[in-house]
């Protein structure tokens, strides 16, 4: 798995650690996370796809 991220989106992350800024900035592309063979390609997928789910029903 490969995450792509600037080092000021980090810093923010680790200083505030709140969970719901690590999804705000994951939908807007300020972290980039990518699976590297088909089986983690596909884990990403699923993840994406429940966390969409999730945002619906809560």
């Given at each position: 798995?490969?995450v792509y991220s600037d080092?000021?989106?980090?810093r ?5 650690k709140?969970?719901k800024l690590?999804?705000e900035?994951?939908?807007s592309?300020?972290?980039r996370i990518?699976g ?8 990403i ?6 966390g969409?789910l999730?945002?619906?029903?809560f």
């Amino acid at each position: 798995m490969n995450v792509y991220s600037d080092e000021g989106t980090v810093r923010d992350l680790l200083s505030k650690k709140d969970p719901k800024l690590l999804k705000e900035y994951i939908d807007s592309g300020k972290i980039r996370i990518e699976g590297v063979g088909i089986g983690n390609q596909i884990k990403i997928a699923l993840a994406k796809i429940f966390g969409i789910l999730s945002d619906f029903y809560f």
